[in-house]
């Protein structure tokens, strides 16, 4: 009863975190992705290229680009305008403006099960089989299974203005050109030098050292082991000698159609990543509204 009264007294103030219940304004953007799909690294590309003038860390990142179910109501109303936010839930339709970045749901799984382990959820012994098979039900986050919540935001939003899809892959390849597109979305001029900046500034090693020294403090890591990074190997396709064939098997068994579509073959460990998929090109540009 007195845990009940607590909470209603600081919901009242503004002092818990909204979630799905935030106040969604027209200008608000929202850099939304599935777990472990390059959400923090996104967010330090535009974190750097917004704010140009200090560099961002782990320790500023959550206030630059905050998370709704993270920072309190108070905090996100105060935030200037355009807010610009994380989120990994599915589609939401108050959500005009989305940066929507995807990942090969291999590599997404891999990620997700290193990430486990590092906060004590599974044990160093979990065998990656058991992990694929919870991965596949949606049972690994509170956000549902890969393909529901990608297949989502694809259903919903693949043909409206507003919204701008990113692979993860092509961020590591062409990481300046699909900023570009980013700050397009955000009314940014891409000014080469500024991007380029953003870029270096954004880089794995840089985000590497700023967890070993800012681990103790950041939200994501602060409560989790320290002999393992939250920024690991930053590359596609390690699944390829991770995941035993049989996992890769049932994933592309369950979410093949889905990961086609995005650019992602299908065919065992010879899989690859199309370069400039094809599948990506139905999704055109719009003026925003």
Not at 10 to 31: H, I, K, S, T
Not at 89 to 97: A, E, G, S, T
Request: proline fraction near 8%; aromatic fraction near 10%.
């Amino acid at each position: 009863m007195i845990r009940k009264l607590k909470y209603g007294i600081e919901y009242l103030l503004g002092r818990v975190a909204p979630g799905r219940n935030l106040v969604v304004w027209e200008d608000d953007v929202f850099v939304a992705s599935y777990p472990k799909s390059g959400n923090t690294w996104t967010r330090f590309l535009i974190a750097n290229l917004i704010q140009s003038h200090d560099p961002v860390t782990f320790l500023n990142i959550e206030k630059i680009i905050p998370d709704p179910d993270l920072q309190s109501r108070q905090f996100l109303q105060g935030c200037p305008r355009p807010r610009v936010m994380k989120s990994h839930h599915p589609f939401d339709p108050r959500y005009k403006r989305v940066v929507c970045i995807v990942r090969d749901p291999r590599d997404v799984a891999l990620s997700q099960y290193h990430f486990q382990i590092k906060r004590g959820v599974s044990g160093t012994d979990t065998p990656v089989e058991e992990f694929v098979t919870r991965f596949l039900a949606g049972e690994t986050c509170p956000y549902g299974s890969w393909a529901q919540n990608v297949g989502s935001w694809m259903v919903a939003r693949s043909r409206t203005p507003g919204f701008l899809l990113l692979r993860y892959e092509d961020l590591l390849r062409r990481a300046e050109t699909e900023l570009a597109r980013i700050a397009g979305l955000l009314g940014i001029p891409p000014d080469p030098e500024r991007l380029a900046r953003a870029v270096a500034q954004s880089s794995s090693d840089r985000m590497r050292k700023l967890e070993m020294a800012q681990a103790d403090q950041w939200t994501s890591t602060k409560e989790t082991r320290k002999d393992l990074l939250f920024v690991r190997t930053a590359t596609s396709g390690e699944w390829k000698s991770k995941l035993p064939p049989e996992a890769v098997e049932r994933m592309e068994e369950a979410w093949g159609p889905l990961m086609r579509l995005l650019g992602y073959s299908t065919t065992g460990v010879e899989a690859a990543i199309e370069p400039d998929a094809a599948p990506l090109d139905f999704l055109p540009e719009y003026p925003l509204r």
